[in-house]
């Protein structure tokens, strides 16, 4: 697939599973400029690590309390990226907070998807389960999720795509999750990474 295609790297922390549907857009050609070159994880023991094995993708464990400084950390994990030549950093459910350091190094190259729609529920604070239990207490009947460009605020970089889903009815955080999950997040993360990676690929063509 060659200079075809975007070179994209996967940070996660966990189970994996917006890798998992980033992988099937490739395997059923709806995502068909990029390709997972790469994928981090700040756990050892993330479940997402075995995904991305069983599809034969190079795999790296970089984790912060390694190392003596967030200096030797951000190093470390620029230079697993900059070794695979990586066009797009994409983060899954990756748990640590990027520097403005390192996200500086990487202008409009880094995205993620936070799963509520930004700028509700958003920011320091916001994460996995806690992000449902914010919009349950505050009794929305819709939430969804939000794709963004990754800056040195947290969860306030240019937005890219949101999309809706319906949790009226719903009273558990972890239900919600699920339904943001599946309903949205594996539906419009491959959606703008396809769109981002024609881009990458079509700006290379130009030059």
Known sequence: ??????????????????????????????????????????????????????????????????????????????????????????????MSILSESFVSRYPRRIVNIHPSLIPAFAGEGFYGLKVHEAALAAGVKISGATVHYVNEVCDGGEILEQETVRIEGIDRAEDVQQRVLTHVEHVIYPRVIERLSKEIVGNRDDR
């Open 1 to 94: 697939m060659g200079f075809t295609t975007a070179r994209i790297a996967v940070l996660l922390s966990g189970n994996g599973s917006n890798l998992q549907a980033i992988l099937d857009a490739i395997s059923d050609g709806s995502l068909e400029h990029g390709r997972v070159e790469l994928v981090v994880s700040s756990n050892n023991s993330a479940h997402g690590l075995q995904r991305a094995r069983l599809a034969g993708i190079p795999t790296a464990v970089v984790r912060s309390r390694d190392y003596a400084s967030r200096e030797e950390f951000d190093a470390a994990l620029s230079n697993v990226i900059d070794d695979h030549r990586i066009d797009l950093i994409v983060l899954a459910g990756y």
